[in-house]
């Protein structure tokens, strides 16, 4: 199997990361917010496209009539 050092690397970089934190995600999270504070550049918040929602984000009435009918399923 391919292995790519590049991919290898981040994910290493990644744990080490997350290790520091105790794998915690609120510290993490916190962490990153802090970083983008300091960085100092512009955060822009883009609005969401209609039309690009999941049925994973709560929202079945963006979804049409599948959303609401959950008792079939394919086999």
Avoid: C
């Avoid at 970089?13 to 510290?27: M, N, P, Q, T, V």
């Avoid at 916190?30 to 690009?52: C, F, H, I, T, Y």
């Amino acid at each position: 199997m391919f292995q790519d050092e590049i991919v290898e690397e981040i994910h290493r970089i990644r744990e080490e990361y997350s290790r520091s934190f105790e794998h915690d995600l609120k510290a993490i999270f916190a962490d990153l917010q802090k970083q983008q504070a300091e960085s100092g550049r512009e955060v822009v918040n883009l609005p969401r496209k209609p039309g690009l929602t999941t049925r994973w984000s709560g929202r079945a009435r963006d979804l049409g009539d599948d959303a609401n009918n959950t008792s079939h399923r394919s086999t």
